[in-house]
Nanobody, 118 residues
Framework: QVQLVESGGGLVQPGGSLTLSCVAS??????????VNWYRQARGKQRELVAS????????NYADVVKGRFTGSRDNGKTSAYLQMNSLKPDDTAVYYC?????????WGQGTQVSVSS
């Protein structure tokens, strides 16, 4: 059974930091074949792509609103991906999801809530 499990969300004050983790298990193919994408969805809004992490760990796409504040990374040996989030703003409040994607193979985690509020 394929599982992607996100963790690390929570309540943080503006300007604070959080690191999200995504651990994959049971994937059909080797984890290192998959791109890992971080998405978020705020209440009442569409899901948006936050960062795309390639198989070599390079991040090819950051949403403009998070550039310079968020950093994506991965550890293939641990079948894990991470999203380091700094200088958090109230507008970053959302459920954050990780996705593992390789051609037609696509898997999602259940999401982790990030709330930024004073």
């Amino acid at each position: 059974q394929v599982q992607l499990v996100e963790s690390g969300g929570g309540l943080v004050q503006p300007g604070g930091s959080l690191t999200l983790s995504c651990v994959a298990s049971g994937l059909t193919l080797n984890f290192l074949l998959y791109d890992v994408n971080w998405y978020r969805q705020a209440r009442g809004k569409q899901r948006e792509l936050v960062a795309s992490i390639g198989v070599d760990g390079s991040v090819t796409n950051y949403a403009d609103v998070v550039k310079g504040r968020f950093t994506g990374s991965r550890d293939n040996g641990k079948t894990s991906a991470y999203l380091q989030m700094n200088s958090l703003k109230p507008d970053d409040t959302a459920v954050y999801y990780c996705q593992a994607k390789y051609f037609r193979y696509e898997f999602w985690g259940q999401g982790t809530q990030v709330s930024v509020s004073s």
